[in-house]
């Protein structure tokens, strides 16, 4: 178990500009989701993937906002024309298939911090 | 519109003594509640968790003790030691949505 993995851990980018960030969740993990975190608030919810499948988007995910997950595995975020409210730290997590029998939880990678200036 | 509160954000104890913790919820479909606890720049790690038909749950120094009637939740420490300092995160979930809902956090400081 080699844990969530994500790339870049920091972005600087100016206003404007496309960014793109990968997730690798964990191996046996078919459920992978996209969180949001701000200074002061707890992670919010943008985008959920079952294998490769989007079942869920938050109203928080802007038409700027696109996320995939072609194979079932790793998966991307890219932010196009990115504003300044942008500025985050992105969250990727993954859930076991068990989720429902005992094992609820989400595995959250390190993050990828976000400024645009 | 705050399905999950923190309403404390910050709190200190005594190496040691007992560290309380406190998570008010709103939605009455939850029926599963977990705890992280971060890190500066890392992500959240998962600390320990609770199922709606359960009042506690255990697991070494922390406790988690649900009460639904007064949708409210807490998570004891004891004892505090200083590693613990960091922001704790409460978070809801129903077992029809994997979707965490977070609170805004606690940043818990351990005095030496």
């Known amino acids: 178990d080699t844990g969530v993995s994500q790339d870049p851990r920091h972005k600087i980018t100016k206003r404007g500009q496309n960014v793109t960030f990968r997730c690798d969740p964990i191996?046996?993990?078919?459920?992978l989701y996209w969180y949001r975190q701000t200074l002061g608030q707890g992670p919010e919810f943008l985008t959920y993937f079952q294998n490769e499948a989007q079942l869920e988007k938050s109203r928080l995910l802007s038409d700027r906002f696109s996320a995939e997950r072609p194979k079932g595995s790793f998966s991307t975020l890219e932010i196009q024309r990115t504003e300044q409210g942008d500025s985050a730290m992105y969250l990727c997590?993954?859930?076991?298939?068990?989720w429902g029998q005992g094992d609820e939880k989400l595995f959250f990678g390190s993050g990828t911090q976000l400024s645009v200036l | 519109d705050q399905q999950v509160k923190q309403n404390s954000p910050s709190l200190s104890v005594q190496e040691g003594r007992i560290s309380i913790l406190n998570c008010d919820y709103t939605n009455s479909m939850f029926d599963y509640f977990l705890w992280y606890k971060k890190y500066p720049a890392e992500g959240p790690t998962f600390l320990i968790s609770i199922s709606s038909i359960k009042d506690k749950n255990e697991d070494g120094r922390f406790t988690v003790f649900l009460n639904k009637s007064a949708k409210h939740l807490s998570l004891h420490i004891v004892p505090s030691q200083p590693g613990d300092s960091a922001v704790y995160f409460c978070a809801a979930a129903n077992f029809g949505n994997e979707k965490l809902t977070f609170g805004t956090g606690t940043r818990l400081t351990i005095i030496p």
């Open positions: 997590a993954s859930s076991s298939p068990t």
């Open positions: 191996s046996e993990h078919n459920r």
